[in-house]
């Protein structure tokens, strides 16, 4: 009977050509069958081991990746069956696509996920934490624009699993496409650099991807993703000495706020163009933290100048990400685009004059250019791969910042004492002024 219906299912799709409108009925009349015969499945699944009717019986319409240069990529649709346009890039991560698909700094952006199987542990619930936002994940929703994957699982088995992949991009509206070669895509975006490209349904036509595909990257990007509105949180138990922070969220993944919260730390989340001098909501804080996010480092004009004036009054600052980028730029540096950016869960960085070496999860495409570094400041850390800055730093030791990722999520915990390092900074200098009065 399961051999039938792949007969019939390999007749439809060949009768269907990519009609969405055929696949639904097919879809439908197969789901009608397993719900009326639902004893003789499970007689069946008994009998041998197997559900007559799996999932992966549902038939998929074509899709397409199209890039900028004409390559086409033909697979199949999942998620939502809408078209859509971005900066394609991947990320070679193993696991954490969770997380991945909800960081903000992928604003923009169409994610290829090398490893070769996506979606076999499903997704978490979406539901928030005792703070207001998301337990589980880096954002409240899905930030690509599209994802592209070898193969997608239909089914999924973790214990925190709440949905499918598939249902998952369907309630945010974001299409995917499975069965790519995204190895030979992989290996075109690393020897071309990233590139911009459209998902498209279907089969027929549009084989120019429907005209011009605008650059994300001309956008302000982190004024999508930032705050509209300065908010505190209050963490459960404070430090012996009472810490407070500005943090800029310029696309501020979850596991920032949450890194800061479990130290003790009260976390004033204010937005990108936040002006720090005038300070309008009359925050207390003790020093400034700046977050990840997407995009061109130069689009934030305001950020960078919050960073100058905190840097011109010597009050603490520390960067992740996006924050390594705008710190080089508040001090009279430079940044740039790199060929295909780094971005993964494996990412080996030295810290400078010495041997000691940390694997890291990072996510960016920009990066900073060591030689506009003005005195007084150096390379903090390198990545092994390729010899970018990986992180800058002061000689003062108040002002430094870093490009990977310390919270992780997805992605090893090696660097995540840097979150301690800035706190003990802050202790110290107001144990001093304290003890000044």
């Known amino acids: 009977m399961g051999y039938a219906l792949e007969k019939s299912k390999a007749h439809w799709c060949e009768r269907a050509a990519g009609s969405i409108s055929i696949i639904k009925l097919y879809n439908s009349l197969v789901n009608n069958y397993k719900a009326s015969n639902y004893a003789l499945n499970s007689q069946l699944k008994s009998n041998f081991g197997f559900d007559p009717f799996p999932k992966s019986c549902t038939l998929r319409a074509m899709a397409k990746l199209i890039l900028s240069d004409g390559t086409v990529f033909e697979g199949q649709s999942f998620g939502a069956t809408v078209d859509t346009d971005g900066e394609v890039v991947f990320n070679t991560g193993m696991v954490g696509y969770p997380e991945s698909l909800t960081d903000p700094s992928y604003q923009g952006q169409i994610l290829v996920f090398t490893y070769p199987l996506i979606g076999n542990y499903g997704v978490p619930s979406m539901e928030k934490n005792e703070f207001g936002f998301s337990k589980n994940f880096e954002s409240e929703a899905v930030q690509v624009r599209g994802v592209v994957v070898a193969q997608v699982s239909d089914e999924y088995s973790h214990f925190s699993a709440a949905s499918s992949l598939q249902n998952f991009l369907e309630h945010f509206g974001i299409p995917g496409i499975t069965g790519v070669d995204t190895r030979a895509l992989t290996k075109k975006l690393r020897e071309h650099g990233v590139m911009l490209g459209r998902i498209v349904q279907g089969v027929g036509g549009r084989e120019s991807g429907g005209g011009e595909i605008a650059d994300p990257n001309l956008n302000n990007l982190v004024a999508e993703v930032s705050c509209s509105e300065v908010i505190t949180y209050e963490p459960k138990t404070k ?23 479990k130290r003790g ?16 909501s009359n925050l207390k804080y003790d020093g400034v933290f700046v977050s990840n996010g997407p995009g061109d ?21 520390f960067g992740i990400c996006l924050g390594n980028q705008l710190m080089a730029l508040a001090i009279g540096g430079d940044t740039y685009k790199l060929k295909y950016g780094h971005r993964g869960a494996n990412q080996p960085c030295v810290e400078a004059g010495s ?26 850390w390198r990545n092994a791969n390729d010899g970018t800055v990986e992180g800058i730093r002061h000689e003062s030791g108040r002002f430094f910042a870093v490009q990977f990722h310390p919270e992780a999520t997805p992605g090893p915990e090696d660097a995540n004492y840097l979150f301690d390092t800035f706190l003990g900074v802050l202790e110290q200098e107001k144990v001093l002024v304290e003890g000044k009065k």
């Open 297 to 317: 480092p130069k689009m934030c004009r305001e950020t960078i100048a919050a960073m100058k004036w905190s840097i011109e009054q010597n009050i603490p600052t």
């Open 239 to 261: 430090n012996e000495t009472p810490i407070s922070i500005v943090a800029y969220d310029c696309g501020i993944k979850r596991n920032i706020i949450r890194s800061w919260l």
């Open 355 to 380: 041997s000691h070496c940390i694997i890291t999860s990072q996510n960016h495409g920009f990066a900073v250019d060591e030689k506009t570094l003005p005195s007084g400041w150096s390379v903090w």
């Open 265 to 280: 730390v009260t976390v004033h989340r204010v937005p990108w163009n936040y002006d720090l001098a005038k300070n309008p």
